[in-house]
């Protein structure tokens, strides 16, 4: 005599794909949440990477804009036509950094030596278009400037936050704010020429 129960048969049928649904379901989710944070990881990096990219265009655009203005000369003709457009390249510079710093302020949580290297930046990437608002030359004379060597010391250190790992969960909305505040705070006027905290080596001549 068979044992075989209908009910008892469909009872294991019933659990067996309960099961296997269960698990698939489980499996989708797990799965959308690793794609899910992998696509955020993503584009983070390729926000970070355009983020840089656009910080060292404006830092090439910098240097082109100051030797082209020191080296135009008082008599020229076109002096002034020239030195408009060489200004308006300033602000267009200063301009990507401004953006590039909104980014930062939203996108990571920064420490206070942080929020002070790139607010002490800001105000140095200034110069340039102030000196060329005043009609003067840039007073960079040489590598070992104070102004250029504190300008340097800033620029590998902003190039470092840009380059350092992002975690995955930034700002809130108020910290953003605050630290872009912070950031832009012109208490840095003039604290960026402060050359006794420059990384870079002293090689001047007791």
């Given amino acids: ?5 209908p009910a008892h048969e469909a009872i294991k049928a019933l659990f067996a794909l309960t099961v296997s ?3 698939l379901g489980i499996g989708w989710l797990i799965g959308q949440r690793l794609t899910y944070h992998w696509n955020i990881r993503q584009k983070r990096r390729e926000f970070q990477l355009s983020a840089s990219q656009q910080f060292y265009s404006a830092y090439g655009e910098f240097f082109a804009v100051w030797k082209l203005w020191n080296r135009l000369k008082p008599d020229d003709i076109s002096r002034d036509e020239r030195r408009w457009e060489l200004h308006k390249r300033a602000a267009a510079a200063e301009a990507i950094i401004e953006g ?3 980014k930062l302020s939203c996108e990571l949580i920064l420490e206070e030596q942080q929020l002070e290297v790139l607010g002490k930046f800001r105000q140095a990437l200034q110069h340039l278009r102030e000196a060329i608002h005043q009609d003067v030359a840039m007073g960079w004379t040489s590598s070992e400037h104070p102004n250029y060597r504190a300008f340097k010391d800033l620029t590998v250190r902003v190039a470092a936050i840009l380059s350092a790992d992002w975690l995955d ?3 809130t909305s108020d910290k953003a704010a605050g630290q872009l505040l912070r950031i832009t ?3 840095w006027s003039d604290m960026w020429r ?3 905290k420059s990384i870079l080596p002293d090689t001047s001549v007791v």
């Fill in 100 to 102: 590039t710093l909104v």
């Fill in 185 to 187: 705070s012109n208490i």
């Fill in 194 to 196: 402060e050359p006794e």
């Fill in 1 to 5: 005599m068979s044992d075989w129960n």
């Fill in 21 to 23: 649904i269960v698990t």
């Fill in 169 to 171: 969960h930034p700002p």
